[in-house]
């Protein structure tokens, strides 16, 4: 863990601190060692300085390629551990990159949704994190993180006060999780795992979100 990424881990939990508290539940359940992906609910740009306040291992995180275009904030997030996934298009270059990172036993963060949501519902989950579990066989840990929506929503221009709370879940594989044979069938059926236990740890926090289940429409559980 470099010192810059130690550094602005202690001001991202300061900073929590002060805006309304900040708290980590189960942060046990996150494996101390070895390949792991932690996928985390997606409605505001405090959910991966929230993400990486919460976790005592170094994290990589996979974030949308237009946020390293500006000059100052780009090379930051890059030595913070992350690299740009261009969304809407396979990604191979991105695909590698995480795999790279599992491959020598480190963390990921990754958001299933692919952007951000309204805060009501979750969306159904891209493939390319499926891809990544399954070829890499690491542990998948759900996270939810509970009152970033009313920190930062999407097009606020200035945070505001609120707690917040990251959920660790219990870990999982995509082998335990996929049970179908078919290829596509068993990565939806991953999605849909993962996400329902999102939600469920989202509720956990107090946060209720409708589920999306995988036929079209979105339903409440």
């Known amino acids: 863990m470099t010192l810059t990424y130690r550094l602005f881990r202690f001001l991202a939990r300061i900073y929590f601190k002060l805006m309304g508290g900040f708290e980590v539940l189960h942060q046990d359940r996150v494996p101390s060692a070895g390949p792991v992906i932690l996928a985390s609910n997606h409605v505001s740009f ?90 890499s066989g690491a542990q998948v840990v759900p996270v939810a993180v509970c009152g970033s929506f009313k920190m930062l929503p999407k097009g606020a221009k200035f945070p505001r006060r609120s707690k917040i709370k990251v959920i660790f879940g219990r870990p999982f594989t995509y082998a335990s999780a996929a049970e179908q044979s078919d290829k596509e069938a068993a990565a939806d059926q991953f999605g849909s795992y993962l996400m329902s236990e999102i939600q469920r740890l989202l509720a956990e926090g107090g946060e209720h979100y409708e589920l999306w289940n995988g036929s079209g429409e979105n339903a409440s559980a």
């Open 46 to 135: 405090a959910d991966p300085p929230a993400c990486g306040a919460a976790s005592n291992r170094p994290l990589r995180f996979m974030a949308q390629a237009e946020l390293f275009k500006p000059p100052v904030f780009g090379p930051l997030i890059r030595a913070l551990g992350a690299f740009p996934i261009r969304r809407g298009e396979a990604d191979t270059e991105a695909i590698r990159a995480a795999l790279d990172t599992m491959a020598k036993g480190g963390a990921l963060v990754v958001f299933p949704e692919g952007s951000r949501g309204d805060g009501r519902k979750l969306i159904k989950p891209l493939k390319g994190l499926a891809l990544i579990a399954k070829k």
